[in-house]
Each structure stands twice: as structure tokens, then as C-alpha cells.
Nanobody, 122 residues
Framework: VQLQASGGGLVQAGGSLRLSCAAS????????VGWFRQAPGKEREFVAS?????SYADSVKGQFTISRDNAKNTVYLQMNSLKPEDTAVYYC???????????????????WGQGTLVTVSS
């Protein structure tokens, strides 16, 4: 599975962006697909994941929405009301057989995209 993350960019605080994670080589419709982010000088952190239903980090709940279009083999991350602290490189990842308790752990995912940079200016 190859994952291509896109949609990042520079946005002012309060703005919105939609990230896309396009998969190729294999369908990800039955896989867990997650978004992670890594800010400068910080460790990578879980943002959201989806299989049958979405799951969110507390820090983005109500602000970000993850969704999937199985026909396009693509997962989206709609990010609203962006804040400077949302600045990071955002990665999408996919994996099979990930149990619920492991969905927030990057090590559980087998496939990773290259990342897309989101910069939120104040």
C-alpha cells in the first residue's frame, strides 16, 4: 500500500484545511487509517483514526473530522478553527488487524505516507 498525503499549507489562525490521504496498490476500505502529526521539537502524536467509526485525540475533538471515501480509496481530515499549536507535519498511516486499544499507537500501523506540512500563523 502506498499512501500519498496532501492538502497542507499555510493558513491563518481560525482557518480551515482539508488533508487527503490517497491510497494505491491495495484498498484500505477494510483497514484502519489514522492521522498523526509531529510538531517541531516534539514527538509524533495521534490525531484521529477511522475504520468503522472515527476516533479522535482529545486535543482535536470537535475541531477535526476524519472521513473516508472507499470509492476513491481516500481518507480525509477536515481541520477547522486551526490554531498555531496545530502547526505540524501531518502523516497518514494505514494498517490491518489493529485492535481498538492500539489505534492511537503509531507502531501499530504498517503503511505510512510522506507527510504534509500544515503551518498556522497567528
Amino acid at each position: 500500500v502506498q499512501l500519498q498525503a496532501s492538502g497542507g499549507g499555510l493558513v491563518q489562525a481560525g482557518g480551515s484545511l482539508r488533508l487527503s490521504c490517497a491510497a494505491s496498490g491495495q484498498t484500505v476500505s477494510r483497514m484502519v487509517v489514522g492521522w498523526f502529526r509531529q510538531a517541531p521539537g516534539k514527538e509524533r502524536e495521534f490525531v484521529a483514526s477511522i475504520k468503522s467509526y472515527p476516533s479522535y485525540a482529545d486535543s482535536v475533538k470537535g475541531q477535526f473530522t476524519i472521513s473516508r471515501d472507499n470509492a476513491k480509496n481516500t481518507v480525509y481530515l477536515q481541520m477547522n478553527s486551526l490554531k498555531p499549536e496545530d502547526t505540524a507535519v501531518y502523516y497518514c498511516a494505514a494498517g490491518s488487524g489493529i485492535i481498538l486499544s492500539a489505534m492511537r499507537q503509531g507502531a501499530a500501523y504498517s503503511y505510512w505516507g510522506q507527510g504534509t506540512l500544515v503551518t498556522v500563523s497567528s
